[in-house]
């Protein structure tokens, strides 16, 4: 048997800075998700509103419709 540890040869890990242009990518990656996240969360909470008030509105329009 060898006394020798494999282990001992795996090098280390080293935590290198991110280069300038990769922060950048992200930073404007994560400014359109959250835009885009915006966008939806204010149009998405009112569409159950807006589909009741389109249905609301065929429902009148074929009752005057029907009463001729």
Known sequence: MSDKNPFL???EDREEPAPGSVKEGVK???EFIRFTMSIVD???GKLPS???GFMASF???EDEN???
């Open 9 to 11: 040869k795996i090098p």
């Open 59 to 61: 429902d009148a329009t």
């Open 28 to 30: 404007s990656d994560m």
């Open 66 to 68: 029907t009463q001729d």
């Open 50 to 52: 807006v589909i009741t």
């Open 42 to 44: 204010l149009y998405l």
